[in-house]
């Protein structure tokens, strides 16, 4: 069965705590993503990867961080220097060199709330 | 900043009736695309739209685009209650490296 899934779906973190959003796909696809969206808005991109042991920072990298070390996984890090990091986070995944047809894949999401 | 930009932020229609939904943007693109999200779920693709291509069908779907005015609509026909989500224009910038600018979003409603 084939996609991309996301862990945990609800995840909550205290001030002042690192925590990490895993993301895994067995689309083969060379790219992901990760993309913050806050309420009622649309998505702002943190950080891609192209291919592994490779990334980017996206447009609102700050107080985040990222590891690609293998072309399934793309964990998320969402560091203490992250002042307002509740938000809905979502990874997604494409093939990297299709650009007709770059269709992103998406995961279901995993909810962050700071207490 | 956000490159697509939905029009209305919000539409509320009645079972059977077409809904429309606009998508501006500002840079050459190599294609726009336009997605569905449920609420609390994640966002799944619907159709794409390459810069040569003026009109695409797909289902109930339709989708136009106009490059000369850097815009683009999503047509859905004959709206059913599972269609009530919010949907996204997402462009590809003759620019970018591979990144998808994503739209604030339009949120249908769908009423039986």
């Known amino acids: 069965d084939g996609g991309i899934t996301q862990s945990p779906k609800y995840l909550f973190r205290k001030e002042g705590q690192n925590v990490t959003l895993s993301c895994e796909q067995n689309?083969?696809?060379?790219?992901m993503y990760w993309y913050r969206q806050d309420p009622g808005q649309g998505l702002r991109l943190i950080y891609y990867?192209?291919?592994?042991?490779?990334?980017q920072k996206g447009d609102i990298a700050e107080g985040y961080s990222v590891s690609r070390e293998k072309k399934e996984s793309f964990p998320l890090t969402v560091t203490s220097a992250q002042k307002n990091p509740t938000a809905f986070y979502l990874c997604?995944?494409?093939?990297?060199?299709?650009?007709?047809?770059?269709?992103?894949?998406f995961g279901p999401g995993t909810r962050l709330t700071v207490l | 900043s956000q490159q697509g930009e939905e029009d209305p932020q919000a539409l509320s229609i009645q079972e059977g009736e077409n809904a429309t939904m606009n998508c501006s943007y500002k840079?050459?693109?190599?294609?726009l695309q336009w997605y569905r999200q449920n609420s609390g779920r994640g966002l799944v693709h619907l159709i794409l739209?390459?810069?040569?291509?003026r009109e695409k069908h797909s289902g109930r779907l339709r989708v136009t685009l106009d490059t000369s005015k850097k815009s683009s609509s999503l047509l859905i026909t004959a709206s059913r209650a599972a269609d009530t989500a919010s949907y996204f224009c997402a462009t590809d910038p003759m620019d970018s490296s591979y990144k998808l600018i994503f739209g604030s979003g339009t949120r249908l409603l769908v009423r039986p």
């Open positions: 997604a995944s494409s093939f990297f060199g299709d650009r007709p047809n770059n269709e992103q894949f």
């Open positions: 990867s192209q291919i592994v042991n490779d990334f």
């Open positions: 689309l083969n696809h060379d790219a």
């Open positions: 739209i390459r810069s040569n291509e």
């Open positions: 840079t050459s693109i190599n294609n």
